[in-house]
């Protein structure tokens, strides 16, 4: 693959359905990390911190660390923030509600933390992303 593409395609959008199974995929190798994956998923607005991540899965911190980056490759902090940002994208395109409330219901609570890190993934913002994926309008239910 010729240099120009390989740095066009580092700048597009990843695809949703693949990064996001790729993120469960890296925990789905080690049945601690499943119950991990299943804690996060079951309280998707909770951020945990290393230590609590350690004490779900009955593992000291240090190890819990060591193990997590040499199957993810990632902190387990990095990892959190492309999984929440992941989730937020399918649900910024499968759902009507806002930008807002997609975040907080991951845990985001400040607008401009949030964007941050959306944009660190995707390299857009949440908003372009939405109306790139052909998401079109309508209008937002209250929950």
């Known amino acids: 693959m010729p240099l120009a593409n390989v740095i066009e395609s580092a700048h597009q959008p990843q695809r949703t359905s693949n990064v996001q199974s790729d993120l469960t995929a890296q925990l789905a ?8 994956l299943s ?5 998707p ?28 490759g990632r902190t ?35 607008m401009r933390t949030f964007e941050r890190a959306f944009k660190a993934h995707f390299q857009t913002s949440a908003r372009e992303y939405r109306r790139n994926q052909g998401w079109q309008p309508h209008s937002y239910r209250s929950e």
Do not use: D, M
């Open 29 to 36: 190798r080690h049945p601690r990390l499943c119950r991990l």
């Open 76 to 110: 387990f902090s990095s990892w959190q923030r492309a999984w929440r940002v992941t989730k937020i994208s399918t649900v910024l395109l499968s759902e009507s509600i806002t930008i807002a409330r997609a975040a907080e219901r991951y845990g985001y609570l400040n």
């Open 39 to 43: 804690h996060l998923e079951s309280n």
């Open 45 to 72: 607005s909770l951020q945990l911190t290393t230590a609590s991540a350690a004490k779900i899965v009955c593992f000291q911190e240090n190890y819990f660390c060591a193990l997590f980056k040499r199957e993810t």
